[in-house]
């Protein structure tokens, strides 16, 4: 399953790998040339948002609990430079209790050109505390697991 920028992707068949397309913006990139490393992680999180809607999950949607990073890294094996093509895949690596990660792959053309991952944990809105990933998201999330820890 492929997004595009701007696209609103159709429903993921189970364990499909989902990759979002996008174009690096001028505004992102620092004074090299290059994608500023901040910037990578804005692309990660337009996958992720994507990736999650092809799941029926929205963030949006408000309600008790939130889903704060509280691990963030990125990696990068090639010059990711304005207006690259790249290709990102987001993967569900792990499923617990009151968190998840996630991994992506950033791709130009073939190559590796990027990885990185985040830990979302699920937390209380009240309490600020982490909270059991309510089944009804947990039935979507374990759809598209991507190895056998759920």
């Known amino acids: ?28 990139t620092d004074a090299s040339g290059r994608i ?57 690596r792990k499923l617990g209790r009151s968190s998840m990660r996630l991994e992506f792959q950033t791709y130009m053309g073939d190559a590796l050109a990027a990885k990185g991952a985040v830990v979302i944990v699920c937390m209380d809105r009240r309490t600020g505390r982490p909270l059991t990933i309510p089944e009804e998201l947990r039935s979507k999330l374990s759809s598209a697991l991507s190895n056998s820890e759920a």
Do not use: W
């Not at 997004?3 to 174009?23: D, G, I, L, V, Y």
């Open 1 to 28: 399953m492929k997004a595009r920028a701007n696209n609103s992707p159709k429903q993921m068949p189970r364990r499909e790998r989902f990759r979002f397309e996008t174009r690096i913006r001028f505004i992102d």
């Open 36 to 92: 500023h490393y901040t910037a990578m992680f804005r692309y990660f999180e337009s996958a992720e948002i994507e990736f999650m809607r092809t799941l029926g999950i929205s963030y949006s949607g408000g309600g008790d609990y939130a889903f704060p990073r509280v691990h963030v890294d990125c990696d990068f094996m090639l010059a990711i430079k304005h207006d690259d093509l790249v290709e990102i895949e987001v993967s569900l």
